[in-house]
């Protein structure tokens, strides 16, 4: 744009731009004055088991309320943690305020409580010292290895400096699932050589439902395939009764969206589904 404008470069940085600029200049400084005051807080969010309605995960998901910006919808201040490095110490945080949370659910209200999963992205597993640091938190907070479930993309499981991370989780116990799969690049050998505990079906699939029959036609596959893996399945975005139905006629076992509950603080998941019985 600047070169078909001849000499007037000027316009590259006009005021839209600037104001950009400044912006993401300003989020990411809030966002690391907030990771150092460990002010990124989790919510929770139930996934439950179609059979019986039971609770078997809760999924941890980073929230950030700034004074001056309000609640910084997730997926912006991830990218700007990804981008800033900040998420190898944001992530940590995550992972120490929800498996803490849930050692403590388990030595109240006993091995009734679901397990927790958390997003990983896939630079947090390129440093060597990471599996070792959750490993060792595991074990300070007391949560067995198989009560921690964590959420990746396809290409973070695909990502070759990711491997020796994933082995080692695998060999301690800790669960891997596959989120948002069928939207990035699944390969079937990359299945092969490391198969997940759990796969997350992505919700552009689930608003399709019920009536479209490709859409039908993955779903099954995907569960039939996840079954012969010997893993199970979670439909994400489940808002409507017609989809839950839907879904249960296909088989999948598990289930997560706003019909079943919201992303909620740790005291209403308590109050809401572990403090009564269902
Ligand atoms: P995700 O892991 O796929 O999480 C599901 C997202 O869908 C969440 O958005 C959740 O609030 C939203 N959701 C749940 N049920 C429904 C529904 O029925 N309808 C609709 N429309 N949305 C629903 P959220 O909390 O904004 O998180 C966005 C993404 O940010 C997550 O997507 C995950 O990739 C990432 N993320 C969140 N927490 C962390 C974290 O601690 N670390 C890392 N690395 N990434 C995180
Ligand atoms: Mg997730
Ligand atoms: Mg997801
Ligand atoms: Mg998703």
Redesign the pocket.
């Known amino acids: 744009r600047a070169k078909a404008s001849g000499g007037h470069r000027y316009e590259l940085f006009n005021e839209p731009l600037r104001q950009q600029t400044r912006d993401r200049l300003g989020l990411r400084a809030a966002l690391r004055r907030a990771v150092g005051a460990g002010a990124v807080t989790v919510a929770y969010q139930p996934i439950v088991r179609v059979g019986d309605g039971r609770l078997e995960t809760v999924e941890a998901l980073a929230r950030w309320h700034d004074d001056e910006r309000g609640e910084v919808p997730t997926a912006e201040f991830i990218a700007a943690a990804e981008e800033t490095g900040l998420i190898h110490e944001l992530g940590l945080q995550v992972l120490e305020q929800a498996c803490t949370q849930v050692a403590r659910w388990r030595r109240v209200f006993g091995a009734a409580t679901p397990r927790v999963a958390v997003n990983v992205s896939p630079r947090q597993l390129l440093p060597a010292d990471f599996a070792p640091r959750v490993l060792t938190l595991l074990d300070r907070v007391g949560l067995p290895a198989d009560a921690l479930e964590l959420e990746m993309t396809e290409s973070c499981a695909l990502e070759p400096g990711a491997r020796a991370a994933l082995e080692r989780f695998t060999a301690a116990g800790v669960r891997l699932a596959v989120?948002?799969f069928g939207t990035g690049y699944s390969s079937f050998a990359a299945l092969r050589e490391r198969t997940p505990q759990a796969f997350?079906l992505?919700?552009s699939f689930v608003a399709r439902l019920p009536d479209d029959r490709p859409t039908d036609a993955i779903v099954s596959a995907v569960l039939a395939l996840a079954q012969h893996l010997g893993a199970t399945v979670t439909a994400?975005?489940v808002e409507t009764d017609e989809q839950l139905q839907r879904l249960r006629e296909l088989g999948c076992p598990q289930v997560q969206g706003f019909l079943l509950g919201r992303p909620a603080s740790a005291e209403r998941i308590e109050r809401d589904w572990l403090s009564r019985p269902r």
């Open positions: 989120d948002d997350k992505d919700r994400e975005g």
